[in-house]
């Protein structure tokens, strides 16, 4: 099969298709004698809606380096019958130690007091912390990201209450599966883990953070519009949240590259300001390992599905 790769990512997974047969090259989205003869698509970050897969007529599997699939035109595919790859599996450890290193920053006020160390200041009682050990931890979401996370707080003696709409039965050990009031009422820190879809768009808003039973700890690593951020913003200044930690923003363009200038630009200046919410640029799963195990991860799919003994 022809087999285009539109973004960058590690080059196991070329070899590796290569290897079985397949003639693989890099491609651009605006080369339309390319396009028109590929039988299977990768991108990473760049946007495939239905403009570009009517380009690509012949087109049978579009797989994706990455988790989500927002950026793609699911629908579109499915009517088509494209087969669609994701590969959670490859940076689900990136994602679940952030998290981990998210909630501990918050806890023990390490930003804010590397910065102050930074100017000359020394304020020890001010940066007094919190324990994560004792505490109770919510993850909503329990896929390959929340389990990770819940994989990786399972050595500081805490309780993990989990909920996940659409999943039933994993809960064990160290992790109780629950009902989301539950969660919101007895969670000291809360991390969502959730697609970004019609259902999700906003699903931390206002009464979300009103439900929430004590002051809160507040993580968001799955896409930024799951969360309303006026509403996050106003749950910090009324303590329901004591801190937040967001790799991604409701301000971030479609293609993940950068923040929407259209965006809010009140709401937006607000959250950059606010010394209480710890911000980073989408980069939970993007780990050099992580970068390997998603190219690889597709590999396997899309070998099981084409393998050379089938072409």
């Known amino acids: 099969m022809r087999i285009g790769i539109l973004d960058s990512v590690h080059p196991v997974l070329a070899e590796r298709l290569a290897a079985a047969g397949h003639v693989v090259s890099e491609v651009s989205a605006t080369d339309r004698d390319a396009l028109r003869f590929l039988d ?25 380096a990455g988790a989500g699939m927002e950026n793609i035109d699911r629908e579109t595919c499915t009517a088509r019958g494209i087969l669609l790859y994701s590969s959670p599996e490859g940076n689900r450890d990136g994602v679940g130690e952030l998290c981990v290193a998210q909630l501990l920053v918050l806890m023990k006020h390490l930003a804010r007091a590397n910065a102050q160390v930074h100017r000359g200041e020394w304020k020890r009682e001010e940066n007094r912390g919190h324990d994560l050990h004792g505490s109770t931890v919510g993850i909503i979401g329990y896929g390959h990201m929340g389990g990770a996370f ?5 050595g500081f003696s805490v309780r ?18 629950t009902s989301l009031d539950r969660l919101l009422a007895e969670s000291d820190a809360i991390s969502l883990h959730l697609p970004l879809n019609d259902e999700t768009h906003h699903y931390a808003n206002a009464a979300f953070f009103n439900g929430t039973g004590k002051p809160i700890w507040f993580l968001n690593t799955s896409r930024g519009a799951v969360v309303h951020t006026a509403a996050l913003l106003n749950a910090i200044d009324d303590g329901r ?26 709401t937006l200046k607000r959250l950059l ?27 396997d799919k899309i070998l099981t599905d084409f393998p050379s003994s089938t072409l």
């Not at 300001?273 to 590999?299: N, Q, W, Y």
């Open 40 to 64: 299977g698509l990768v991108v990473r970050s760049s946007i495939v809606y239905s403009d570009l897969l009517r380009m690509m007529p012949a087109l049978r599997f579009l797989a994706r």
């Open 150 to 154: 819940a994989d990786r707080l399972s």
């Open 160 to 177: 993990v209450l989990a909920h996940d709409k659409y999943k039933q039965g994993f809960g064990a050990g160290h992790v109780t599966e």
């Open 241 to 266: 949240v004591r801190g937040a930690a967001l790799d991604v923003l409701e301000f971030e363009k479609a293609d993940l590259s950068g923040m929407d200038p259209g965006a809010d630009a009140a």
């Open 273 to 299: 300001d606010d010394e209480r919410v710890l911000l980073t640029p989408h980069i939970a799963g993007v780990t050099h390992e992580g970068r390997f195990k998603m190219a690889s991860a597709l590999a």
